[in-house]
């Protein structure tokens, strides 16, 4: 999840780590003096190595490691200073051994920020870690890959695109990676081998890129009466907050009897929106989620405005995709109002990412805390179990979860 609030302690962790990837990237003792080593002609560049007084590191093994690529390696015009800079970093950064921890050079950085404005060329997907392995969170509604029957917890263990000369196994590559590949310029093609639980054979499937542009927030009507708004939140985005203000105000100016929150396959996004929503439901200063670091400290994170839907029953649907923030708004819903949850087990993703924008454009993304449940659950890896488990089974026509949640109205 990439909840973009400042972590004052988790910053100066940050920091910290910054002055390392500054050795990495070299110049940040440029101009002072010390040992400076030509790299080749070919590359034209001398950086630092000079290791900052403060850190207690051997670089050598580092710079042993450069001078041999730079000396002879045979094809000097594929080595460029700032990609085996960037390289160098990823694997720092990697060896946290965390999936959502990552280092984003511009390009990737681009793709993430694109991603969360809400319009980019692409397939329609989120995709996220599990088992160790990386997997479909959910297609977005109307997307390519929704079209091509891409389902929440297919397994993604091939990209292939001709046009690129590309064609990879997914092991070992972060998210961030994954989502570069996968992404591409609209009418152009991508190849995704799948593996589903319960399906014998991979499943391969070739899909068309296109301009994906959804709408966060959507209302619909159901019940006997057209009186039940079903609210569907696809993600927490820069725009969720302003199309969710113009949906409450259709509510409030109907004869609504109930709303229906449908967080299926809404992969998560913005921690913040996620508090914006729920603080329409609770009273105001009601915690909705709970920020633990690595130290144990915990800071509450409570409703901030005057809850304007607290007055009606109120039912979610979830699901494997629904992940992140989307588990964050049903956590409290359910902790603070016993507002029930419909459908199948949520995802589990209980961690807090941190997005820092960097020099030239690159950036990095950091777990910086685990969140928990008003109650103080912790559901990473483990998801939030409905009230009333019901799954939606061969895709068929007739929305079984929805049908529940109505009927609960009644």
Avoid at 39 to 49: N, Q, Y
Avoid at 315 to 322: K, T
Avoid at 338 to 362: C, H, N, R, W, Y
Avoid at 377 to 401: C, F, M, R, Y
Wanted: net charge neutral.
């Amino acid at each position: 999840m990439s909840g973009r609030i400042n972590f004052l302690k988790a910053r100066k962790i940050i920091l910290s780590a910054l002055i390392l990837i500054g050795v990495f990237a070299g110049g940040y003792y440029l101009g002072v003096e010390g040992y400076k080593a030509e790299i080749t002609k070919a590359l034209e560049v001398t950086f630092s190595r000079q290791v900052p007084a403060d850190k207690n590191v051997d670089m050598g093994l580092f710079w042993e490691t450069w001078d041999i690529m730079t000396q002879k390696y045979y094809d000097k015009s594929k080595l460029v200073p700032s990609q085996m800079v960037y390289g160098a970093i990823q694997g720092m950064v990697a060896s946290a051994g965390d999936p959502y921890t990552t280092f984003l050079p511009p390009v990737q950085n681009k793709i993430v920020n694109d991603n969360l404005s809400g319009s980019f060329s692409g397939v329609g997907i989120e995709i996220g870690y599990k088992d160790g392995r990386l997997v479909v969170i959910a297609p977005l509604p109307g997307t390519p890959a929704e079209r091509s029957g891409i389902k929440p917890g297919d397994y993604i263990v091939r990209i292939a695109d001709k046009a690129k000369n590309l064609s990879i196994d997914s092991s070992g590559i972060s998210t961030s990676e994954a989502v570069t590949y996968i992404r591409g310029t609209a009418g152009t093609k991508v190849t995704l081998t799948l593996v589903r639980e319960g399906v014998k054979d991979p499943i391969v499937v070739e899909i068309s890129r296109e301009k994906i542009d959804v709408p966060s927030v959507t209302l619909t009507w159901a019940g006997d009466g057209n009186n039940i708004a079903v609210v569907k939140v696809s993600e927490f985005g820069a725009e969720t907050k302003s199309e969710w203000n113009k949906v409450v105000s259709e509510i409030l100016g109907g004869d609504t009897k109930g709303i229906i929150i449908d967080l299926r396959n809404n992969p998560g996004g913005y921690m913040q929106a996620a508090i914006d929503l729920a603080s329409d439901f609770l009273p105001m200063g009601t915690t909705v989620v709970i920020q633990q670091s690595g130290n144990g400290s915990k800071q509450e994170y409570k409703s901030g405005s005057l809850p304007r839907l607290e007055k009606y029953k109120a039912v979610v649907l979830i699901n494997g995709g629904s992940a992140s923030a989307s588990e964050i708004l049903s956590g409290a819903l359910r902790d603070n109002k016993e507002i029930k949850l419909v459908g199948d087990k949520s995802f589990g993703k209980g961690t807090i990412q941190e997005p820092i924008d960097m020099a030239g454009g690159s950036g990095i993304h950091v777990t910086t805390a685990k969140w928990l449940t008003p109650k103080g659950t912790w559901i990473h890896e483990k998801g939030l179990t409905p009230d009333i488990e019901i799954s939606n089974l061969n895709g068929g026509a007739e929305d079984v979860q929805l049908n529940a949640a109505i009927k609960l109205f009644q």
